[in-house]
């Protein structure tokens, strides 16, 4: 699988290439919204779809997308831009309640070292190459108040 080969607004480029190779497209930033997506189902331009909390707006639009991609019959892979725990945690409880199989890939970047620091007060850290859902309340971190104050920039 490769990832998205086309610029992101040529959707019509991203279905000629799919229907020009047996290698499986995945449609990554052309995807932001429902209607993105909509429009990457109508013109068949990829069979996998890659969703992040940040690009795409949140855990609920992050669900909504993965409903309208399992319907279309697209694979789906979880994503995640550079970031802390705490949104590593809310792709985590995605993937362990989502009710059918997700493709399996690295989505922790946040916790790759990518970053500085983080604001929880025990990091998630990948186990044998997986990241372990957190079994805390609310997504399963604690934010460390004094790591984020120490992190802050007065004006």
């Given at each position: 699988m490769s990832p998205?080969?086309?610029?992101?607004?040529?959707i019509a480029g991203l279905a000629a290439l799919s229907r020009a190779t047996a290698i499986p497209i995945m449609a990554d930033e052309s995807v932001s919204t429902e209607h993105s997506l909509l429009d990457?189902?109508?013109?068949r331009a990829a069979i996998v779809v890659q969703t992040k909390i940040a690009k795409n707006g949140g855990i609920y639009?992050?669900?909504?997308?993965?409903?309208?991609a399992a319907?279309?019959?697209?694979?789906?892979?979880?994503?995640?831009?550079?970031?802390?725990?705490?949104a590593t945690a809310a792709v985590a409880q995605i993937c362990a309640a989502w009710p059918m199989p997700i493709m399996e890939g690295v989505f922790a970047v946040g916790v790759s070292g990518a970053l500085a620091a983080d604001v929880v007060a025990n990091p998630i850290v990948p186990e044998n190459g997986e990241v372990p859902v957190p079994t805390g309340a609310?997504?399963?971190?604690?934010?460390?108040?004094?790591?984020?104050?120490?992190?802050?920039?007065?004006?």
């Open positions: 998205q080969p086309v610029a992101i607004w040529d990457v189902i109508r013109q639009r992050v669900i909504r997308l993965r409903h309208l319907a279309a019959g697209m694979r789906i892979y979880p994503g995640n831009h550079p970031s802390t725990s705490v609310g997504l399963g971190v604690e934010l460390d108040m004094d790591r984020i104050a120490s992190l802050r920039i007065d004006r």
